[in-house]
């Protein structure tokens, strides 16, 4: 497993199944955004948003920086949920 496949809820409410849909998400994201960050799905991981109870942001799991990427490193709980996002 995939460093950036553990995940820290935070105690938020998430489907049953949200490591596998984030396991989808961060994919899709190294798909779009990888070689211009310089990432590989074990170089990234999704934590919650401090204060916005359901975003999710993209950080770089050594640094923690945050992977902007116009507006793709933000998620919300529903997005992931919906696959409504990149």
């Not at 105690?11 to 990888?34: E, K």
């Amino acid at each position: 497993m995939h460093r950036s496949n553990l995940i820290d809820t935070a105690g938020r409410a998430v489907p049953h199944d949200f490591a596998s849909i984030v396991t989808r998400f961060l994919g899709r994201f190294v798909t779009a955004h990888g070689k211009a960050e310089l990432v590989d799905i074990g170089d990234i991981q999704l934590i919650p948003v401090r204060d916005l109870a359901d975003h999710w942001a993209v950080v770089e799991v050594q640094s923690g920086a945050f992977l902007k990427c116009g507006g793709d490193g933000i998620v919300t709980t529903d997005d992931l949920s919906h696959g409504d996002v990149q």
